[in-house]
């Protein structure tokens, strides 16, 4: 059997997102520590609001508070019925969102041990034996095993020759410079000889300005 329950949600105020549930006939909200719901601070009366449950829902009514109680921004002037999702107002401080809370009475979980046994071979499951049971855990993926790199082409343990050289042009026998310089030297003393023989038959000793450089050696008649 499905019941249906209210319950208040602090949205704003000095306990955010704390949850009032309305379990009650009447339910009133102020500082004063009898308060079915105590908020403790300066913006909310020691009264403030009342919560009464009705025709199936619950009326909210201000009790003559200081600050006032508002419902979607309206202040409340007198007994006022909530709809799921109102927000409530207490003066400028709290806000309360209202909620409708949905259970089972007869409800029972399954639990996975009881799934185990239950269970046969074929039997779809229900959607409660599938939202309780473990999610399957996928097969781990194998890699591809990496395959062997090509062997790179080598010379099989022989180096390789370099370029082909140019054949060497085989050098002359003997030493053509050596031969030069010894032809230049007998040039040298055959020319040195033949000017000697015509500078004495030519008796040019006695002539100037030979005469003066040679006196020592000739004397000219």
């Known amino acids: 059997m499905a019941t249906q329950s209210f319950q208040l949600v602090m949205s704003s105020g000095p306990t955010p997102n ?20 105590v908020i403790n601070i300066a913006e909310i009366s020691r009264r403030h609001t009342r919560f009464r449950f009705e025709g199936g829902g619950f009326l909210v009514e201000d009790l003559g508070s200081t600050n006032g109680t508002f419902v ?7 007994p006022h019925m909530l709809r799921p999702g109102d927000r409530v107002k207490l003066g400028e401080a709290v806000t309360l969102a209202y909620q409708v809370a949905q259970y089972d009475m007869n409800a029972t ?14 039997q779809p499951m229900s959607p409660v034996q599938r939202q309780a049971a473990p999610a399957a855990v ?14 790179q082409q080598g010379y099989a343990g022989q180096i390789p020759q370099g370029p082909p050289m140019a054949p060497s042009v085989p050098e002359k026998e003997g030493r053509p410079w050596l031969w030069a310089g010894l032809g230049c030297v ?35 008649q």
């Open 18 to 37: 704390e949850v009032y549930p309305l379990s009650k006939q009447e339910i009133i909200i102020g500082r004063d520590t009898n308060a079915d719901i």
């Open 72 to 78: 979607n921004g309206q202040r409340l002037t007198g």
């Open 109 to 122: 979980v399954v639990t996975p041990s009881s799934q185990k046994d239950t269970l046969t071979p074929g």
């Open 186 to 220: 007998g040039v040298s003393i055959c020319l040195f000889v033949v000017g000697a023989v015509a500078f004495d038959m030519m008796n040019l000793y006695c002539s100037p300005p030979f005469n003066t450089l040679f006196s020592f050696l000739y004397t000219c």
């Open 138 to 151: 996928p097969p781990p993926v194998q890699r591809a095993a990496p395959q062997p790199r090509p062997p």
